[in-house]
Nanobody
Framework: QLQLVESGGGLVQPGGPLRPPCAAS????????MGWYRQAPGKQRELVAH???????YYADSMKGRSTISRDNANNTVHLQMNNLKPEDTAVYYC????????????WGEGTLVTVSS
Protein backbone atom coordinates (compact mmCIF):
# COMPACT_ATOMS: atom_id res chain seq x y z
CA GLN A 1 0.00 0.00 0.00
CA LEU A 2 1.19 3.47 -0.89
CA GLN A 3 0.97 6.21 1.74
CA LEU A 4 0.48 9.81 0.62
CA VAL A 5 0.98 12.95 2.69
CA GLU A 6 0.15 16.41 1.35
CA SER A 7 1.48 19.60 2.88
CA GLY A 8 2.18 23.21 1.96
CA GLY A 9 -1.36 24.49 2.13
CA GLY A 10 -2.46 27.63 3.87
CA LEU A 11 -3.56 31.19 3.22
CA VAL A 12 -2.43 32.85 0.00
CA GLN A 13 -3.28 36.23 -1.51
CA PRO A 14 -5.20 36.36 -4.79
CA GLY A 15 -2.74 36.28 -7.65
CA GLY A 16 -0.12 34.56 -5.55
CA PRO A 17 1.63 31.24 -6.07
CA LEU A 18 1.64 28.05 -4.08
CA ARG A 19 3.52 24.78 -4.53
CA PRO A 20 2.23 22.06 -2.22
CA PRO A 21 4.15 18.78 -2.18
CA CYS A 22 2.88 15.24 -1.91
CA ALA A 23 5.26 12.81 -0.27
CA ALA A 24 4.79 9.13 -1.06
CA SER A 25 6.10 6.13 0.82
CA UNK A 26 5.53 2.42 1.29
CA UNK A 27 5.90 1.20 -2.28
CA UNK A 28 7.79 1.64 -5.53
CA UNK A 29 6.90 5.19 -6.45
CA UNK A 30 7.81 5.06 -10.14
CA UNK A 31 5.18 2.34 -10.73
CA UNK A 32 2.36 4.76 -9.90
CA UNK A 33 0.48 7.39 -11.82
CA MET A 34 0.02 10.51 -9.69
CA GLY A 35 -2.55 13.26 -9.56
CA TRP A 36 -3.88 16.23 -7.65
CA TYR A 37 -7.57 16.69 -6.93
CA ARG A 38 -9.45 19.36 -5.05
CA GLN A 39 -12.79 19.72 -3.34
CA ALA A 40 -14.27 23.15 -2.74
CA PRO A 41 -16.95 23.72 -0.09
CA GLY A 42 -20.28 22.35 -1.29
CA LYS A 43 -18.82 20.91 -4.48
CA GLN A 44 -17.68 17.54 -5.76
CA ARG A 45 -14.07 16.51 -5.82
CA GLU A 46 -12.48 17.28 -9.16
CA LEU A 47 -9.25 16.46 -10.93
CA VAL A 48 -6.77 19.34 -11.10
CA ALA A 49 -3.71 17.76 -12.70
CA HIS A 50 -2.26 14.36 -13.47
CA UNK A 51 1.15 12.98 -14.33
CA UNK A 52 1.74 9.40 -15.40
CA UNK A 53 4.80 7.20 -15.04
CA UNK A 54 6.29 8.51 -18.28
CA UNK A 55 5.83 12.13 -17.27
CA UNK A 56 2.85 12.85 -19.50
CA UNK A 57 0.71 15.54 -17.90
CA TYR A 58 -2.92 16.57 -17.96
CA TYR A 59 -4.56 19.71 -16.59
CA ALA A 60 -8.17 20.58 -15.93
CA ASP A 61 -9.45 23.56 -17.90
CA SER A 62 -9.86 25.55 -14.70
CA MET A 63 -6.13 25.35 -13.98
CA LYS A 64 -4.64 24.99 -17.44
CA GLY A 65 -1.99 27.63 -17.94
CA ARG A 66 -1.84 28.36 -14.21
CA SER A 67 -0.46 25.10 -12.87
CA THR A 68 2.37 22.66 -13.40
CA ILE A 69 2.51 19.16 -11.97
CA SER A 70 5.89 17.49 -11.61
CA ARG A 71 7.32 14.36 -10.05
CA ASP A 72 10.66 13.63 -8.47
CA ASN A 73 11.04 9.86 -8.47
CA ALA A 74 14.34 10.00 -6.62
CA ASN A 75 12.61 11.68 -3.68
CA ASN A 76 9.20 10.01 -4.07
CA THR A 77 7.53 13.40 -4.31
CA VAL A 78 4.98 15.14 -6.52
CA HIS A 79 4.53 18.91 -6.59
CA LEU A 80 1.72 21.06 -7.88
CA GLN A 81 2.93 24.53 -8.81
CA MET A 82 -0.04 26.89 -8.88
CA ASN A 83 0.11 30.50 -10.04
CA ASN A 84 -2.30 33.41 -10.22
CA LEU A 85 -4.54 31.84 -7.62
CA LYS A 86 -8.13 33.01 -7.37
CA PRO A 87 -10.66 32.87 -4.53
CA GLU A 88 -12.50 30.14 -6.45
CA ASP A 89 -9.39 27.99 -6.10
CA THR A 90 -10.07 27.71 -2.37
CA ALA A 91 -10.42 24.01 -1.62
CA VAL A 92 -8.93 21.02 0.10
CA TYR A 93 -6.30 19.65 -2.25
CA TYR A 94 -5.75 15.89 -2.31
CA CYS A 95 -2.89 13.83 -3.63
CA UNK A 96 -3.93 10.72 -5.56
CA UNK A 97 -2.06 7.67 -6.77
CA UNK A 98 -2.94 4.75 -9.02
CA UNK A 99 -0.62 1.79 -9.64
CA UNK A 100 0.08 1.01 -13.27
CA UNK A 101 -0.09 -2.70 -12.50
CA UNK A 102 -3.61 -2.56 -11.00
CA UNK A 103 -6.02 -0.02 -12.42
CA UNK A 104 -8.68 -0.86 -9.83
CA UNK A 105 -6.63 0.51 -6.95
CA UNK A 106 -6.48 4.16 -5.93
CA UNK A 107 -4.83 5.80 -2.95
CA TRP A 108 -5.54 9.18 -1.35
CA GLY A 109 -3.86 11.52 1.02
CA GLU A 110 -5.84 13.28 3.74
CA GLY A 111 -5.67 16.62 1.98
CA THR A 112 -4.26 20.08 2.60
CA LEU A 113 -6.43 23.19 2.77
CA VAL A 114 -5.65 26.06 0.40
CA THR A 115 -7.44 29.32 1.11
CA VAL A 116 -7.16 32.15 -1.42
CA SER A 117 -8.29 35.39 0.18
CA SER A 118 -7.28 38.96 0.86
Amino acid sequence: QLQLVESGGGLVQPGGPLRPPCAASGSTFDLYHMGWYRQAPGKQRELVAHINRAGRVYYADSMKGRSTISRDNANNTVHLQMNNLKPEDTAVYYCNSRPAYDAAKMYWGEGTLVTVSS
